[in-house]
């Protein structure tokens, strides 16, 4: 779904038609945690966060995860003060995304996949064209250590050792 055929007039999306892969519903589950932690910080939902990506990939992938959306959050947080996130704890929730939500997941869906000009398309969206490097940063972060939600791995090399 191209940027162009959401709106930004409180709408909630399905997420089966948002074309996300399991991945990237994970990663929105996580990011949920982290934007309500910042909104009421006394429900220390940070931890929740980490226990959820945790039991999803493992302590390996999944803290380090974690740790790579809550910097993403920061930096959407730090531009975009109105950012609306669904609450993690409806179930209901669960099935929908806002446009604010839809927007960030479609950023790092373009971003993994290397697609370059709708990736920036999204970030504008996102910052309201302000084009933060923040924000691209920790998508791409993101997006470069978790491609498919494993850490990629790099070839072996040969040396020759004397």
């Known amino acids: 779904m191209k ?3 959401l709106s930004a007039d409180g709408t909630e999306f399905d997420l089966e038609h948002l074309g996300f892969d399991d991945c ?6 996580v990011a949920r945690y982290f934007f309500l932690a910042r909104s009421v910080p006394e429900h220390q939902s940070w931890q929740v966060a980490f226990a959820i990506a945790v ?6 992938i999944g803290l380090p ?14 531009v975009r003060t109105d950012f609306v996130s669904s609450d993690p704890f409806d179930d209901d929730a669960r099935q929908r995304a806002t ?10 869906h373009h971003m993994r996949r290397d697609q370059t000009v709708d990736a920036r398309d999204a970030v504008g969206v996102l910052t309201r ?4 490097p923040h ?8 997006a470069a250590r978790f491609g498919c939600c494993a850490p990629m791995r790099r070839r072996p090399k040969l040396r020759v050792v004397s």
Do not use: N, T, Y
Request: hydrophobic fraction near 60%.
């Open 55 to 60: 039991e999803r990939w493992g302590p390996d």
């Open 3 to 5: 940027l162009h055929a």
């Open 135 to 142: 924000v691209i940063r920790a998508g791409l972060a993101v």
């Open 99 to 108: 446009f604010d939500e839809a927007v960030l997941m479609r950023m790092l």
């Open 24 to 29: 990237e519903r994970g990663l929105l589950a």
């Open 129 to 132: 064209g302000l084009m933060d």
């Open 65 to 78: 995860i974690a740790f790579a959306m809550s910097k993403l959050v920061r930096a959407v947080g730090d």
